[in-house]
Structures are given as structure tokens and as C-alpha cells.
């Protein structure tokens, strides 16, 4: 069964610094991968999304996450953070061939602090 | 391109009560999906309509709940009877579909945060 764990639930960075969210996946075979983010009172915005190719993708907002097959990972990264990213982070896996209905992981929540 | 509409934003009731929720989704995206997200969880399926046609439910959507998409366009989900364990934020989401090789693109809405009293 398909299904996604982001280990950190609550994570605190210094405005500037680098962040990394942690996401891991299983799925029997290479599914499609998403990062969501969702600010307080909006709803979620995609960040990014990997379907087959390069295996580092970019995205919105200066984000980029990278798939590793061999680590079952898709982390999100950042290389500078800003308040304005303060937001709960969702990673989520489709399946191919079906239809957009996304396992969420349980998401990680992200303090910037000044 | 107004983006995906809820209403309401919050709603409370009492248990045994029934509630309504409706879902506008951008206009001339033919898919529509319903999701549930509970405190400290990711949000889950619930079901999806491709135009009118509901072609998939959970089976987290239990007989109490029910959703409809009469023409296509708004959807409403309705949560009879309604039991704390309903309390929630309910999530909708449109797309266009996509291509052959494409991955399809979700529009989220703010949600309805239900509670339950």
C-alpha cells in the first residue's frame, strides 16, 4: 500500500538559513511525487511536482526537492529561508495511471524565526 | 481564474445535526475532489467527480455522507447526523484533468472547518 511519512513534524530555522523538510515513500514502483504547502486559512498550494526525468526538480518560491530511488526520499529544500515560508508543509504520492487521489503524509510544520 | 470557493468557511453544529457544504470550483475544470483533513493529519480522499459523474469514493465516506455535482459545476457535500468524529477541515479541489504523460494539476480551496459539538 501506497504511503508517506515526514519524520518532522515541527522544525524552527533562522530566517536566511537553509532548510530541508524530510519526506519518504512507498510505493511499488515510481510514483508521482508532490509538495504541498498551506498557510494559515489558505488552501494547499502545490510547490512542486515529480513525474520521471531529472531527478531534481524545481519549483515555486525558490524551492526545489530532490527523488532518490534508492532512499525512497523526496526532500524539499531551500537554500535561504524567508518569514514568509512559515507554513505547514504536505509531501504526497499519486499513483500512476489513476486518478489525483493523493496520500498526504501527516505534514511538517515550519517556524521561521527573525 | 478566481480560484476554487467554499462556503461555509466554519460551521458548528450538534451532534445529530445534518450539515451542507458547498464547493465552486474554477470554472471549466471538469474534475472536482473532496478531501478530509483532521488535526495533525494530512488531508485524505474522499471522492471525486469527473463533470456530474462521482466516479470514486472512499471508504472513508461513510453512508452518512453524500456529495453531488448536479450539472458539472458546484458540488455540495452533505454529512447527515452528523458525530464529533466528523469534526474536520473539509477540502475541495478542481483540475482540468491532463494530458497522456501529464501529471494533473490540483486546485485547493480554503476548506470548511467543521466542529462538531
Known amino acids: 500500500a501506497q504511503s508517506v511519512t515526514q519524520p518532522d513534524i515541527h522544525i524552527t530555522v533562522s530566517e536566511g538559513a537553509s532548510l530541508e523538510l524530510r519526506c519518504n515513500y512507498s510505493?511499488?514502483?515510481?510514483?508521482?511525487l508532490f509538495w504541498y504547502v498551506q498557510s494559515p486559512g489558505q488552501g494547499l498550494q502545490l510547490l512542486l511536482k515529480y513525474f520521471s526525468g531529472d531527478t531534481l526538480v524545481q519549483g515555486i518560491k525558490g524551492f526545489e526537492a530532490e527523488f532518490k530511488r534508492s532512499q525512497s526520499s523526496f526532500n524539499l529544500r531551500k537554500p535561504s529561508v524567508h518569514w514568509s515560508d512559515a507554513a505547514e508543509y504536505f509531501c504526497?504520492?499519486?499513483?500512476?495511471?489513476?486518478?489525483?487521489?493523493?496520500?498526504f503524509g501527516t505534514g511538517t510544520l515550519l517556524a521561521v524565526q527573525p | 481564474d478566481t480560484g476554487v470557493s467554499q462556503d461555509p468557511r466554519h460551521k458548528i453544529t450538534k451532534r445529530g445535526q445534518n450539515v451542507t457544504f458547498r464547493c465552486d470550483p474554477i470554472?471549466?475544470?471538469?474534475?472536482l475532489y473532496w478531501y478530509r483533513q483532521t488535526l495533525g493529519q494530512g488531508p485524505e480522499f474522499l471522492t471525486y467527480f469527473q463533470n456530474e459523474a462521482q466516479l470514486e469514493k472512499s471508504r472513508l465516506l461513510s453512508d452518512r455522507f453524500s456529495a453531488e455535482r448536479p450539472k458539472g459545476s458546484f458540488s455540495t457535500l452533505e454529512i447527515q447526523r452528523t458525530e464529533q468524529g466528523d469534526s474536520a477541515m473539509y477540502l475541495c479541489a478542481s483540475s482540468r484533468g491532463a494530458a497522456s504523460g501529464e501529471i494533473e494539476k490540483l486546485f485547493f480551496g480554503s476548506g470548511t472547518q467543521l466542529s462538531v459539538l
Open positions: 510505493y511499488g514502483a515510481t510514483p508521482y
Open positions: 470554472s471549466e475544470h471538469n474534475r
Open positions: 504526497a504520492v499519486g499513483a500512476r495511471g489513476a486518478t489525483n487521489k493523493l496520500i
